[in-house]
């Protein structure tokens, strides 16, 4: 079969089997979900502004949707709705590799988009909705429309490959791979389970701009995070943690970046030691934890 007959035959069979499941998210269709079973419905987090929203399916139905769990830092969300039969999507049995051809799909105004591109890369970093690391994405090429965001990606059988969540630019967008990862935060989330982390309560800037007010006020210049705020009520205020320290490490570990706190505080215990650098003094705080609360943009 010539390459544009098969490549036609695999967007009929994506858009027969794929598209029914492809929904949209919010009365303004600022998103895109997939239906992943029998009354649940997976988007992104980003995509949500409450605990209940808008789901509009294919045949033109809209209700409302209860939100069961919802990872703002890996920006994934499962959604409770009566589905009313649609058949869910199947989930590929492969993770996506490089060069392989994939289809996206998104539901707006319009209605449903199918387009294709290539696997351009794996294992892909960006940053979440809160500003946390996500790890293991997959870039591709099949263009999305803005509102495509939550939708999915799948291969020439219509199999799940993964879930579109942010659009890089000149072409390129990444998705979170349907492996087993996923399943697993999938099925966490379904069963109410959002993960929660610790949160010092500070907001921080970046290690340059550290630098450059040290070196202003004549302070010999150090590593580290300088705190522009700190939350009233927060583990770091009631530690004493102050607007203008600089964090310099945490549990024994040198602290440059805001990855390197939040990595410390992804394995922290009850409690976490900050190194602190206090003008010319140098001092340890030990932060308590209470219960954990996701990441606040620019802050930890």
Do not use: C, K
Request: charged fraction near 25%; aromatic fraction near 4%.
């Amino acid at each position: 079969m010539p390459v544009l007959e098969e490549l036609q035959a695999a967007v009929s069979t994506v858009t027969e089997r794929i598209g029914p499941a492809t929904v949209t998210i919010g009365r303004n269709r600022r998103g895109t979900g997939v239906v992943i079973g029998d009354g649940r419905v997976l988007t992104n987090a980003h995509n949500l502004r409450d605990r209940t929203t808008q789901v509009t399916f294919a045949d033109g139905r809209a209700a409302q949707a209860e939100l069961l769990g919802a990872d703002s830092e890996g920006d994934l969300a499962v959604l409770a709705i009566d589905t009313e039969g649609v058949t869910p999507v199947d989930w590929s049995p492969d993770e996506p590799a490089t060069g392989q051809v994939v289809f996206a799909a998104g539901r707006g105004r319009q209605g449903l988009r199918v387009t294709f591109g290539l696997v351009s890369g794996v294992d892909r970093v960006f940053r979440g909705p809160r500003g946390r690391r996500i790890d293991g994405s997959v870039e591709h090429t099949a263009p999305l429309a803005r509102g495509s965001s939550g939708g999915p990606i799948a291969d020439a059988e219509g199999r799940l490959l993964g879930i579109n969540t942010h659009r890089l630019g000149d072409g390129f967008y990444l998705a979170i791979p349907a492996g087993a990862t996923l399943r697993e935060r999938v099925d966490q989330l379904a069963a109410g389970e959002s993960p929660t982390r610790r949160r010092l309560g500070i907001a921080v800037a970046p290690s340059f701009v550290a630098h450059r007010l040290r070196r202003a006020v004549g302070l010999p210049e150090r590593e580290g995070l300088l705190v522009r705020g700190v939350e009233d009520g927060s583990p770091a205020a009631a530690a004493g943690v102050s607007a203008g320290d600089l964090v310099v490490s945490a549990n024994g570990t040198d602290v440059g970046t805001a990855d390197d706190l939040w990595a410390v505080l992804d394995e922290a215990g009850d409690t976490v030691e900050l190194g602190i650098v206090r003008g010319a003094d140098e001092l340890t705080v030990r932060v308590t934890f209470e219960t954990g609360a996701a990441t606040e943009e620019g802050s930890a």
